[in-house]
């Protein structure tokens, strides 16, 4: 009879951390899905507005950059050039669209330039 108790101890202990661990696993795993809300046409102008300033935040840092690598990542500052153009023309376009998968997509392009730029930008800073 003891023998008995024994494994229903072990197998209810092991049940009991299988579970244990099967909840921690599930409120991680939520924590981690929440969804993004679209993106909407009514939050375009604050999107451009804050990006803008990001730009230009950027593109002072950059200047500053010049003037102390001016010879010698030519390339680099042409990139970032080109990504900052690109960039604020997304930004004008942006305005002008109303399909939310249009916007969701044109704000990813925009993201994608920015997130070029930040990179050139830290490149530089390591040199």
Request: hydrophobic share 45%; net charge positive; proline share 3%.
């Amino acid at each position: 009879m003891a023998q008995g108790n024994k494994s229903r101890i072990i197998i209810w202990t092991i049940v009991g951390i299988l579970v244990v661990a099967a909840v921690i696993f599930l409120i991680i795993a939520r924590k981690g899905a929440q969804t993004a809300l679209p993106f909407t046409t009514e939050q375009v102008p604050k999107y451009v507005e804050r990006t803008t300033k990001r730009f230009d935040d950027m593109a002072q840092e950059m200047t500053e950059l010049r003037g102390q690598f001016a010879n010698e990542a030519p390339d680099v500052f042409q990139k970032f050039d080109e990504a900052m153009e690109k960039g604020r023309a997304a930004l004008q376009e942006i305005q002008t669209l109303t399909d939310p998968a249009a916007l969701a997509s044109k704000k990813a392009e925009i993201e994608d330039y920015r997130n070029t730029m930040r990179g050139l930008i830290k490149q530089l800073k390591k040199r």
